[in-house]
């Protein structure tokens, strides 16, 4: 018989099937602090970030997937990622049917 391995502090308590027990985080010490020291780094770069994707942008001898990446990022920064068309239907197209069955019909 094997002994369980002993719960780290990192580590979750696990309900059956490995899910999260009720009442428990699956990150319950948070987001580790240097990950936000990173982005905060990150962020310092973003002036020049910016004026890098504008240069390659406008670099009439870069390849061209690199020229729409580039305006690419820069529209998405600045304005947003354009909203995603979603379909709802039935195949092809059709109206999606309701069907109730068994003991619920009579709702």
């Given at each position: 018989m094997t002994a369980e391995p002993a719960i780290t502090s990192h580590q979750v308590e696990r309900a059956k099937g490995g899910k999260f027990a009720?009442?428990?985080?699956?990150?319950?010490?948070?987001r580790p602090k240097d990950v936000a020291e990173v982005v905060a780094l990150?962020?310092?770069?973003?002036?020049?970030?910016?004026?890098?994707?504008?240069?390659?942008?406008?670099?009439?001898?870069?390849?061209?997937?690199?020229?729409?990446?580039?305006?690419?990022?820069?529209?998405?920064?600045?304005?947003?990622?354009?909203?995603?068309?979603?379909?709802h239907g039935g195949p092809g197209g059709a109206p999606i049917q309701v069907v109730i069955k068994g003991d619920d019909a009579a709702l």
């Open positions: 009720p009442g428990k985080s699956g990150n319950p010490t948070g990150a962020r310092t770069y973003t002036a020049e970030a910016v004026s890098g994707l504008a240069a390659i942008a406008r670099d009439k001898k870069a390849p061209a997937a690199a020229r729409v990446t580039a305006w690419t990022g820069l529209l998405d920064r600045g304005w947003g990622k354009p909203p995603q068309a979603h379909e």
